[in-house]
């Protein structure tokens, strides 16, 4: 069976679930010029009779064991699998992909405990990590700070490995440093010249971008390159998705969200645009459990959503589903842990301002401590 078939066994057998499918407030700078809500039928739902996002993205909450490439240990409590009805259950509730609520949505501003952050991750435990200066500190729902680790240098992305290490990503430097639990950091990676976007895989492998390529990182540190040559220029938000064999990544300078196909043995396919809004500088991806991204305008600060059906394909254009303004946001990530709403998108840049929007569905699985 292949590691594709593993994941779409585990997800379609699931008894418990019922499934779908820079400093200041200047915006991020591309490598190549210097380094609420009404309800109503999403359109990625086709016609009565079918949905287009039948498959879900969302890893069950047991995740499936690996040969050699990493632990699966450690998961949000989202549970999906997939129905006829197109309907998705995350952590006991039920969610019809056909139906969400299109917004816009208002952005809810939160707290403002960070400053300098171009990036924000959920432990899944009721933290929530960010930079302040010279710091990383993990605040709760309240923006009451939990703890706090020195992280020298400017960040762009964070994120939280399965083996609950915290991710850094220090672009000028080229590094990856792994903080544990005790606050010690080591570098994960280094020589990734322009590191920038981050998303660690349920294997132990790491998704990056460095603003002219995709590239993956087993859990050893050994980088396999993905996207490269005019594909990867301005790569800038990464989500990788294991039940649909794709990674979707950002064109920071061009506006574009893309994809590139995974094969079953981790070698990388085609890349396909999916969606271009002129003007846009799209940094970070997030990925719902219906199978949508959100892509977010580092430039504007708004926050983009794109249908996309059971292919990986688009359903339309992306579209602004922000009503009301937002101060210099990066990246957007869905809540998880005690405390936060899971299904809304916490956003966050430089400003160190944390925005809620309330999206109505949960964000897709992903490896938590």
Known sequence: ????????????GSSSAVGCGDDGDDVETDAS????????????ASSEGSSTTGTSTAATTDAPATSGSGSSEGSDSSSSAVDESGSSSSGGEEFDCRSLPDGP?????????????????????????GKNGGNIVVVDSEGAELDTFADAGPAYGLRYAANGDLLVAHFQTGVIASIDSA???????????????????FEGNVWVTDFSSVLRFDSAGAPTTIVSGSDGSGANGIVYDPVRGVAFFTNYGAGRIAKVEIGDDGSP?????LSTVAGALFDGLALDVCGNLYAVDNGAA?????????????????TDIVDGSMQNIANAQFGRGDGFE???????????????LDVGVPGAAIPLP
């Open 342 to 356: 899971a299904t809304s998108l916490y956003a966050s840049g430089n400003p160190g301002i944390v925005y809620r």
């Open 269 to 273: 396919g085609a890349v396909t645009a």
């Open 105 to 129: 949505f208002e952005p809810m501003q939160q707290f403002t405990p960070f400053a300098g952050s171009e990036d924000l991750a959920f432990d899944g435990a009721g933290g929530l990590a």
């Open 1 to 12: 069976m292949t590691r594709r078939s593993i994941y779409l066994a585990l997800l379609l």
């Open 302 to 318: 708004r926050v983009y959503r794109l249908s996309l059906d059971e292919n990986a394909d688009a359903v339309g254009d992306a």
């Open 183 to 201: 606050g010690v950091s080591s570098n994960f990676a280094t020589g990734v010249s322009g590191v920038n976007g981050l998303y660690p895989d």
């Open 33 to 44: 010029s210097s380094s609420g809500s009404e309800s109503s039928t999403n359109p990625s």
